[in-house]
Structures are given as structure tokens and as C-alpha cells.
């Protein structure tokens, strides 16, 4: 069974049942709703909003349309306050202080993004591109306190990620044609989807790994 990488200077109740419940549970817990609810969201939304099309569209395109502004910009600052608050819990087991920073900047761009909706102000682009790259970066870090399968897939999910940041960067500067078939719409996605997948299988890996220390 894959297992997460401990370190010797570790809490006195580190391996406790009631630290393995709270340290590991919660945090997947957390990531779990962060990462569904938001997939959800973006279908949802996308479904709603008339004419939107998903080649062309920008997902923050969802936050000014009249019928999924609301819902999507709620749960877009619901993604950056799940993402800090679960952050700290998974935090307090592996203990490592610039890994925290990565998951309290990207939950900071999510937040921002959603507090400040696209055409509001150019806010909006910088919090927005600082959420896709902390995001991804957030899974490439974590995948260094991982063990087993979980952290080759971490490393994958977010290079991919940013793969599609630089190429997303080039094509909004004027070469489009770097989008190829799926357009701006699907390379997008391709920053997002992969990681909350990434984050949905982690946060089963989380709450399995709490149920096997506990005894559950």
C-alpha cells in the first residue's frame, strides 16, 4: 500500500488515530468537494449559458454571462478558500512550509478571480493566470511528499498543466493557431482538468490512506 513520506521531526502524536483522522480524512475531505464541485460547476454552467461554446469560450467566460455569473464566481472563490483550508490540514502531516505557500497562492488566484470577474479589470487576468500555474505547481510540489503512484501522477497532471499555461500564453499573444483542433476553450480546460482530476484522486488517496491507519 502507498504510503506518504514521513519525516523524523514529526509531531509527538504523529501515527495517533486521531492524528492520521485529522491530518489525512479532512484534507480529502476537502480536496474532494473542491475538485468535484468544481468540475461540476464548469458542466453545469457551460450548459446554462446560451450560445457557449466550449472551443472558442474562455471558462471565465462563465463569470459574466447572466445566468451562470453567480454560480460560477461562488464557487470559484469557494475553490481558493477550500484549496487554503484544506491546504493547512494536509499542512499540519507533511510539515512542509513552502508547499503551503504553493496551495495559499493558488487558492489566492482562485479567490481573485472569482472576486474580480473577466473584463472587470485586468486583476482578473493576474489572478486568474496565477491560479492556473500555482494550481499545477501545487501538484508537481505535492507529488515530492507522496509515495507509490500517486506521485508519478501528481508530476504528470501538473507538467501537463503547465505545459498548457505556455502554450496558452502564446496563443492569447496573437498566434491562435498553437490551439490547434480544441481551440482556446479545450486548452484551457486542459490547465484545469487534469489537475482536478489529479485532486480528486488524491484526495481518495488521502482519505484511504486516514481509514487503513485508523482501522476503519
Given at each position: 500500500?502507498?504510503?506518504l513520506?514521513?519525516?523524523?521531526?514529526?509531531?509527538?502524536?504523529?501515527?495517533?488515530?486521531?492524528?492520521?483522522k485529522?491530518?489525512?480524512?479532512?484534507?480529502?475531505?476537502?480536496?474532494?468537494?473542491?475538485?468535484?464541485?468544481?468540475m461540476?460547476v464548469?458542466?453545469?454552467?457551460?450548459?446554462m449559458?446560451?450560445?457557449?461554446?466550449?472551443?472558442?469560450?474562455?471558462?471565465?467566460?462563465l463569470?459574466?454571462i447572466?445566468?451562470?455569473?453567480?454560480l460560477?464566481?461562488?464557487?470559484?472563490i469557494?475553490?481558493?478558500l477550500?484549496n487554503?483550508?484544506?491546504?493547512?490540514a494536509?499542512?499540519r502531516h507533511?510539515r512542509r512550509?513552502?508547499?503551503?505557500?504553493?496551495?495559499?497562492?493558488?487558492?489566492?488566484?482562485a479567490?481573485?478571480?472569482?472576486?474580480?470577474?473577466?473584463?472587470t479589470?485586468?486583476?482578473?487576468?493576474?489572478?486568474?493566470?496565477?491560479a492556473?500555474?500555482?494550481?499545477?505547481?501545487?501538484?508537481?510540489?505535492?507529488?515530492?511528499?507522496l509515495?507509490?503512484?500517486?506521485?508519478?501522477i501528481?508530476?504528470?497532471?501538473g507538467?501537463?498543466?503547465?505545459?498548457?499555461?505556455?502554450?496558452?500564453?502564446?496563443g492569447d499573444?496573437?498566434n491562435?493557431a498553437?490551439f490547434?483542433?480544441?481551440?482556446?476553450?479545450?486548452?484551457?480546460?486542459m490547465?484545469?482538468y487534469?489537475?482536478?482530476?489529479?485532486?480528486l484522486?488524491m484526495?481518495?488517496y488521502l482519505?484511504?490512506?486516514?481509514?487503513?491507519r485508523s482501522?476503519d
Amino acid at each position: 500500500m502507498a504510503t506518504l513520506t514521513t519525516r523524523t521531526a514529526a509531531p509527538a502524536a504523529f501515527g495517533t488515530t486521531t492524528t492520521w483522522k485529522g491530518g489525512l480524512r479532512l484534507p480529502g475531505v476537502g480536496f474532494f468537494v473542491l475538485s468535484a464541485g468544481f468540475m461540476l460547476v464548469i458542466m453545469l454552467a457551460a450548459s446554462m449559458a446560451p450560445g457557449y461554446n466550449y472551443n472558442a469560450a474562455a471558462i471565465s467566460d462563465l463569470g459574466v454571462i447572466t445566468q451562470t455569473a453567480l454560480l460560477f464566481n461562488v464557487a470559484l472563490i469557494a475553490v481558493g478558500l477550500l484549496n487554503l483550508t484544506a491546504g493547512y490540514a494536509f499542512f499540519r502531516h507533511h510539515r512542509r512550509g513552502w508547499l503551503l505557500a504553493i496551495y495559499a497562492l493558488a487558492g489566492l488566484g482562485a479567490m481573485g478571480a472569482g472576486a474580480i470577474p473577466l473584463g472587470t479589470s485586468d486583476l482578473h487576468s493576474i489572478f486568474a493566470l496565477a491560479a492556473f500555474v500555482f494550481f499545477n505547481v501545487e501538484a508537481v510540489g505535492t507529488g515530492f511528499v507522496l509515495h507509490g503512484p500517486m506521485k508519478p501522477i501528481s508530476w504528470l497532471a501538473g507538467v501537463a498543466g503547465l505545459v498548457y499555461v505556455v502554450l496558452m500564453i502564446i496563443g492569447d499573444a496573437g498566434n491562435t493557431a498553437i490551439f490547434g483542433a480544441i481551440g482556446h476553450g479545450g486548452s484551457e480546460r486542459m490547465i484545469v482538468y487534469p489537475v482536478m482530476l489529479w485532486m480528486l484522486a488524491m484526495s481518495g488517496y488521502l482519505m484511504g490512506t486516514a481509514g487503513e491507519r485508523s482501522g476503519d
